[in-house]
């Protein structure tokens, strides 16, 4: 194998592919990136056996090939070598060595066999769409921040991407919840989509998937499978197995019947909390709202270390109300509001409070209320 | 104790002051900041019994009085008010709370009683004398990488300031080493500190220090006894006991015939190093400069993970010689070196190499050779 390559090409290339290389192995081979060249490119592969991407970069190559290279050192060599160099990478398949020529650097790594390097089976992909980059990007971004990190209940540790029926007819929708939250995003459901099976993509897949949406003109290539779920770009194509389990019935959980309607500043709001819970201790960073006519009181009691109160013009026209909640969750979810005022929506203070952007339906999050 | 005081005015002062302050303290009064409203002006002083400091700001005190309340949950609430806002801190000594109010908020912190708090004695300073930061600033950045962190060589923990015959005539000298590799940093000595002792600066003092060292106007006054060095500015008086030890005799360490020259880039060399560096493993970085007229060889084999060798252009015109160093260590000194190409001058592959930046003999560097 020889070939040469635009060192920013190639940095690109190995940095995505190796993001998704776990930094402690066991197997070796896992460490490694596969490098194959053929024709007028190359591709990187690089698995940790739950997520595979490959990723594809136009090159020069003189020998077609294939071998494997730890991944994180080949990152770091392209990453240091200077901006704008061309950089020829051979491997002649007798001393198991890689080597590296840019300029007056000279680099040799140690080559693991090819033929060693697990390639993820291929999948039936019941469901073939496409959808844009910002879609996807608003569904994953505003949901995943409620993904449980609990490892027991192993089947909430990602988000729920499924067909519904939305407000709006048909959606495309994400789920993320960790019992004490929960985000309900849709989308209108993409062409083609209609019969796909509902798959809970892992937290480390929506990491890895969210390199692949910055760019606002791409069009997303989406296959699900009842295992499986697949994104691509003409370059990049990301695969991972989805977690194999049953999202439980979220829709019990989004209260219907709340009527108290709070509208307040979301950034207002959010500073507000973020100042009172200051004086709280770690644990329990509980904020208290006092809701009375177009008055919104915010209040943290910490008997050790102190007490805090601020206060908000807001809309609201219901009887008074005391509620109290984890100053995390609401400043987490009150962050997803980035156009209208947040709306809450509360029935009475031990009941789930629902929150959403104005009157958008297509956004919503419910949070557990704590005592006070 | 009643005072209004700026935001700006106000954060700046508690996080100069709250940055001393430990963060895991069995002294619960440690944790605090001593507050004093008087006349004009606030006083905040914050302590780790090792290291003193007293910030003094502007303020419209209404009623004179002190109290002490926690420093870093003082700060994080000032930090996040709104800029701009003006701050009211109220304490009837009566309640044991301080009240902080601006706008709509409202906080209540627990103190604890002034009288507890540990005011650090104060010392007969026999030296005192006045300096421009940007040279106390030089004195310390060149020499700070290279304080030892061996806790059992507790005189090396810190930079040894004192007056030594420089080469051109009396210098403020800062030294530091840890037995690996060593700086030296002269300055013209300032008036009236010919008869300094020679203290050593412990490291977080240095760390501290800095902060006052960023405005180029300012003078910076500086008084030290055997057991105690100040620095002060006209709002920021840092107090510090240094390190109760002898520093070793550095100069022994300094090597005198080292006479083979080698003139380099100080960037590219330190590039180059960089990148050789990358296919070593993490314990010994371990790069072998090779020698010959005019040109330098980078090499690094790392048997399991690979090689890497680099040739740079250089200025040499001695015999040939294969010298191995510490790939950190040549990285940190390299880095030091600012305005000019790095100029090292060896002896053979078992002696200390000198490095210094192009003739400029008032910041000089040992560094010494590893077996490759």
Known sequence: MKFSIERAVLLKAVAQAQSVVERRNTIP???????????????FRATDLDIEVVDKADAMVERAGATTVAAVTLNEIVRKLPDGALVT??????????????????????????EDFPVMASSDYTTNFSAPAPVLRRLFDKSKFAISTEETRYYLNGVYMHIADGEDGRALR???????????????????AGDMPGVIVPRKTVGELRKLLDDDEMQIAVSVSETKVRF????????????DGTFPDYTRVIPQGNTRKLEVDASDFAKAVDRVATVSSERSRAVKLSLDEDRLVLSVNAPDSGAATEELAVAYDDERLE???????????ASQVDRENAVFLFNSSGDPTLMREGNDTSAVYVVMPMRV
């Open 323 to 333: 509620i109290g909640f984890n100053a995390k969750y609401l400043l987490e979810i």
């Open 89 to 114: 990478l051979t491997e002649d398949g007798v001393k198991g060595r890689l080597t590296i020529e840019a300029g007056r650097s000279n680099f040799s790594l140690a080559t693991l066999p090819k």
């Open 29 to 43: 081979i896992l460490a490694n990136v596969l490098i194959e060249a053929e024709g007028n490119n190359v591709q």
């Open 232 to 243: 691509a770009t003409p370059n990049i194509t990301l695969t991972s197995k989805v977690i």
């Open 174 to 192: 994400c789920v993320a919840t960790d019992g004490h939250r929960l985000a309900r995003i849709d989308a209108a459901m993409p062409e083609n």
